[in-house]
């Protein structure tokens, strides 16, 4: 599937809802509002996934993506965070 650029928060949650069922998504996915708040307070540019524990604390960031984006580390943050 191929969507426009969504322009308001609705369109981007239906567009976020089909990339999760599509790519069949188990974790818990976050969606920014459409002013990209979340986005600009951690400016994770280049793209990097972060891992939050419950505290609200990050505990884990992968290097700089597409290449950075390692599962095994990933996967050994996740357990140690559990």
């Known amino acids: 599937m191929i969507f426009a650029e ?13 990339c999760v069922r599509k790519l069949d998504i188990k974790i818990p996915a976050l969606l920014d509002t459409i002013d990209n708040a979340t986005e600009g307070a951690y400016t994770g ?6 891992l939050i524990d419950k505290t609200g604390r990050v505990v884990f960031k992968t290097k700089p993506g597409p290449f950075g ?3 095994p580390p990933l996967e050994q943050a996740l357990r140690a965070n559990l």
């Open 6 to 18: 969504p322009t308001t928060d609705g369109e981007r949650a239906t567009v976020a809802d089909a």
């Open 45 to 50: 540019w280049p793209d990097r996934l972060y």
């Open 69 to 71: 984006f390692k599962v």
